[in-house]
């Protein structure tokens, strides 16, 4: 069996991973992609702690990662629809050019 650690390593390298695409990536699709990354590593840790907890047959840490990927699917369809909304406006998805909300 898997000890904690392992899990909390691969969380913590999915989130750098994650960190470092929606920082350093200029396309809106790619950030959305890295802030993904990121949900996906939060949840993983939700799951292992749950798992290797005191209860773990009290199903609280699975109840918050599913209700987590609930929300990362809502964030994924209205980023997505913005990002398309921004496309058809701007004719790009680089997040440098679209300074059209700038005051």
Known sequence: MTPLSGYLLVAAL???IGLAGALTRRNAILVLIGIELMLNAAN????????????PEALTGMMFAIFSIAVAAAEAAVGLGLVIQIHRHAQTTDLDAINRMKG
Do not use: C, D, E, K
């Open 14 to 16: 999915l989130f750098a």
């Open 44 to 55: 993983l840790n939700l799951i292992a702690f749950w798992r290797y907890g005191p209860h």
